[in-house]
T-cell receptor, first 114, second 116 residues
Framework: DAGVIQSPRHEVTEMGQEVTLRCKPI?????LFWYRQTMMRGLELLIY????????DSGMPEDRFSAKMPNASFSTLKIQPSEPRDSAVYFC????????????FGQGTRLTVV | AQKVTQAQTEISVVEKEDVTLDCVYE???????LFWYKQPPSGELVFLIR??????QNEISGRYSWNFQKSTSSFNFTITASQVVDSAVYFC?????????????FGTGTRLQVTL
């Protein structure tokens, strides 16, 4: 298996623009997580899905952030409109059964909003 | 609420030295899992180990070893005979098990710099 695949790896956008980050989890994994990593806040969970259903989105910072998982092999994290403080590395991770088992992380998307 | 504390922000050692990375956690649950992840300069997060709260046996994997002590709520990580390739940021994480609340809470990470 190729592992968790995220795209793009790097994204530079202007403030106010819409940004969409993409994630393909490992086949067969039924949990998908979106994390954000910043210098100030470290790694924080934004939202996670179980069997394509959002379970906990309490980490989503604002209404500007939304996430979807239309099927078991694809998820998106959208920011609209983007702001400079959204600049961070966004990680997608997937796991089988629960996060009590190893969560496999993608390589991350480095987002820069100017 | 759960919390993971990695008090060491940055550690520098010379190659072949042993180094211990500290991790202290807080949780109200009796069942939980602890993890260590490595983040090399390339940026990805690499799983190193998972330990459940009922298993206090120390674990050794090559040059890596982990010491889990429930009495002090600590899960420390030791690298023996460190190498330059060990240079990375290391994260300790906690996952509580309860209904649908299984998710990772990360510490702030310890940056390890190994020099020649």
């Amino acid at each position: 298996d190729a592992g968790v695949i995220q795209s793009p790896r790097h994204e530079v956008t202007e403030m106010g623009q819409e940004v969409t980050l993409r994630c393909k989890p490992i086949s067969g994994h039924d949990y998908l997580f979106w994390y954000r990593q910043t210098m100030m806040r470290g790694l924080e969970l934004l939202i996670y899905f179980n069997n394509n259903v959002p379970i906990d989105d309490s980490g989503m910072p604002e209404d500007r952030f939304s996430a979807k998982m239309p099927n078991a092999s694809f998820s998106t994290l959208k920011i609209q409109p983007s702001e400079p403080r959204d600049s961070a590395v966004y990680f997608c991770a997937s796991s089988f059964f629960q996060a009590t088992l190893e969560a496999f992380f993608g390589q991350g998307t480095r987002l820069t909003v100017v | 609420a759960q919390k993971v504390t990695q008090a060491q922000t940055e550690i520098s050692v010379v190659e072949k030295e042993d180094v211990t990375l500290d991790c202290v956690y807080e949780t109200r649950d009796t069942t939980y899992y602890l993890f260590w992840y490595k983040q090399p300069p390339s940026g990805e997060l690499v799983f190193l180990i998972r330990r459940n709260s009922f298993d206090e046996q120390n674990e050794i994997s090559g040059r890596y070893s982990w010491n889990f002590q429930k009495s002090t709520s600590s899960f420390n990580f030791t690298i023996t005979a460190s190498q330059v390739v060990d240079s990375a940021v290391y994260f300790c994480a906690l996952s509580e098990v309860g209904g649908t609340a299984s998710k990772l809470t990360f510490g702030t990470g310890t940056r390890l710099q190994v020099t020649l």
